[in-house]
């Protein structure tokens, strides 16, 4: 199984940055694409930012030029750097990673996401 841990959530003033990080940790084999959603009350979870294991990303228009997303794949870890934070950015941030784990039967793919982490920017 592979466990991913969202970290550095929290409280900011609009205009104000925050960094996630979010870990894998487990029989991993290889890990693919890594990516940040969140998801805000009433709302659709949405694709905020991903990268590829060669390091291609793409951003969701709201926050391109403010969001930088990276990834340390000898961490197996991806981080979102979050720069003029505004107040409808507020959401449950989600880590979700496309993981080979290994088994006996060789390398199996899967689908795999952290519990979350709150981001609140204040106006």
């Known amino acids: 199984q592979v466990q991913l841990v969202e970290s550095g959530g929290g409280l900011v003033q609009a205009g104000g940055s925050l960094r996630l990080s979010c870990a894998a940790s487990g029989s991993i084999f290889r890990i693919n694409a890594m990516a940040w959603y969140r998801q805000a009350p009433g709302k659709q979870r949405e694709l905020v930012a991903a990268t590829s294991s060669g390091g291609t990303t793409n951003y969701a228009d709201s926050v391109k030029g403010r969001f930088t997303i990276s990834r340390d794949n000898g961490k197996n870890t991806v981080y979102l750097q979050m720069n003029s934070l505004k107040p409808e950015d507020t959401a449950v941030y989600l880590c979700?990673?496309?993981?080979?784990?290994?088994?006996?039967?060789?390398?199996?793919?899967?689908?795999?996401w952290g519990q979350g982490t709150q981001v609140t920017v204040s106006s």
């Open positions: 979700n990673a496309g993981v080979a784990t290994v088994t006996t039967i060789g390398p199996i793919r899967g689908d795999y």
